[in-house]
């Protein structure tokens, strides 16, 4: 059995610090769950729900708790807290892992690169897997990897009526592709992902330019033109190939820019990003190098394919997103045809805070290719988020005027949003196709009619 704080019974101190403890964001909602269940094993989570459905109450769940809308914390639920329940386990002959929801990704990219293996895991080293699976997964090199969702293989879970069971293409199919893009519509809770890993790349280089704002749009320009380079499409074509076989690594490059201010320089700055994995030492260099010859003029400052590992680059995105600051959050996929670069001016240029980011980054080859045959069911080339982040609660107003302000004018052009960034309560947005949306409210149904686990807060008929 778990330890449980209940919260009429436990010191008020020890109350808090569970109920807030591991929240990503600093702005923490007022929302008290009846109690918090500290699960160490699969059995500690079927025991807890079980007590739930003793005592009459809805459950749910943290893994990572880096939803920044604070998913986890739902008045009145017994809280199931999986961050003291990590496994993993690599399977050396199929290359597939099994680890625990409550695994981060750098946790899980420290286990596989030691064995030559690699997955898709998210950009923020302390998101979990739970979170991040089951919304679809936008991890490194995804754009070329897939989302990670789709190398999912089997999950085991826990139903709202308390009984363990697998989920995969053949057993509980409908369940199996709910955890592949429904995010907290999900009707169960998981207790393991079985992850088809791959070869980790040999070769990993970056080169990032930086340019003050008054080139934004030529600088912006030039990296959405390079995408469009004969040896970029060649990339995608092969690219396409390695997500179909998902077996070998070939030259592939994640493309983001960032807007930031930058130490020293007034004004926000555009950072530009080229990410390059392969195995061939040569060919990683030759990508590199023909984007760096076409570079505008004007640049602040540029380091050029330096040697670099999915750990190093996780490393680096703590001290960007700071655990604990205030954040709003909010994201876009962009309809393929929009004049990027103008369109997201406002964003990249007007930051409301020194450590306030705005991100894009291309989707391409995978936006390319269809989704089928899973929850997950809105993409398009172009993915674009906002954070604004600040220290005081006393700007808590004018940061979320300003994400409201510029979303009003990108949504316009929005094919819709990715559910790991977004907040339900905050504002609508497409998350999945209709048929998709229709058939997550059945399955929803179906396999938790007392709707027992926690949904989607703000969205009354997945909730
Ligand atoms: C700054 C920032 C950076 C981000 N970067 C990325 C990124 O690079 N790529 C990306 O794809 N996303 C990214 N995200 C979004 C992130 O993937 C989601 O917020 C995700 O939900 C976090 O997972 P978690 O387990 O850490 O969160 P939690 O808050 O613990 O979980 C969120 C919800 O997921 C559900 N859930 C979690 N575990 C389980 C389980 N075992 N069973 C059933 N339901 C479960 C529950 O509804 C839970 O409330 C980012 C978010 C922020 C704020």
């Known amino acids: 059995m778990p330890l449980i704080v209940w919260r009429e019974s436990a010191d008020p101190n020890v109350y808090e610090a569970a109920r ?43 893994a990572g708790g880096h939803s920044y809308a604070a998913w986890s914390l739902r008045s009145d639920a017994l809280l199931l807290d999986l961050g003291q329940y990590v496994e993993m386990e690599l399977d050396e002959e199929s290359g ?136 970029f499409q060649n990339i995608c074509v092969k690219a396409e190939l390695t997500c179909q076989i998902a077996s070998s690594v070939d030259q592939l490059v994640e493309i983001t820019a960032v807007g930031s201010y930058k130490e020293g320089v007034q004004d926000a700055c555009l950072t530009i990003i080229l990410l390059a994995f392969g195995d061939d030492e040569h060919a990683v260099g030759d990508i590199l190098q023909k984007a760096d010859q076409s570079r505008p003029a004007g640049l602040l400052s540029r380091s050029f394919s330096e040697e670099t590992s999915i750990h190093r680059e996780l490393e680096s995105k703590y001290k960007a997103y700071p655990i604990g600051q205030r954040y709003k959050v909010d994201n876009v996929f962009l309809n393929n045809d929009t004049d990027v670069a103008e369109l997201l001016r406002p964003a990249f240029t007007t930051l409301p805070t020194r450590q306030s980011l705005a991100l894009w980054s291309s989707m391409r080859p995978r936006s390319t290719r269809s989704l089928t045959d899973m929850a997950l069911s809105v993409q398009s080339d172009h993915y674009f988020a906002l954070y604004a982040i600040w220290e005081n609660e006393a700007d808590e107003v004018e940061n979320g005027a300003w994400v409201a302000g510029v979303m009003n004018q990108v949504q316009r052009q929005a094919a819709g949003a990715y559910l790991g960034e977004h907040d339900f309560k905050a504002r609508a947005a497409r998350l999945w196709g209709s048929q998709q949306y229709e058939r997550l409210v059945a399955i929803k149904r179906k396999w938790d009619p007392s709707n027992r686990i926690c949904g989607c807060l703000g969205l009354e008929e997945l909730d």
């Not at 929302?31 to 459950?59: G, L, M």
């Not at 750098?106 to 919304?135: M, T």
């Not at 293409?169 to 955890?179: I, T």
Request: positive net charge; hydrophobic residues 45%.
């Open 96 to 231: 597939i892992v099994r680890a625990s929801p409550g695994v981060t990704g750098e946790q899980l990219n420290a286990y596989l690169s030691a064995k030559a293996r690699a997955f898709s895991v998210g950009h923020c080293p302390d998101v979990a897997l739970g979170g991040f699976l089951l919304g679809g997964g936008m991890g490194w090199n995804s754009n070329n990897w897939g989302w990670a969702c789709e190398s999912i293989v089997a999950i085991d879970l826990v139903t709202a009526s308390g009984e363990l069971i697998r989920a995969d293409v053949c057993n509980n199919a409908d369940l199996f592709w709910a955890a592949r893009g429904g995010g907290p519509a999900f009707p169960g809770v998981v207790t393991r992902f079985h992850l088809q890993t791959r070869q980790a790349p040999k070769v990993t280089r970056s080169s990032v330019y930086i340019y003050p704002a008054e080139h934004y749009t030529t600088a912006f320009n030039w990296i959405l033109k390079v995408l469009q380079t004969t040896v």
């Open 20 to 62: 807030t403890s591991r929240l990503f964001n600093g702005v923490i909602p007022p929302r008290y769950p009846v109690a918090i269940a500290f699960a160490k094993s699969e059995q500690d989570i079927v025991d807890a729900i079980n007590t739930a459905i003793q005592k009459d109450h809805r459950v749910s769940v943290r």
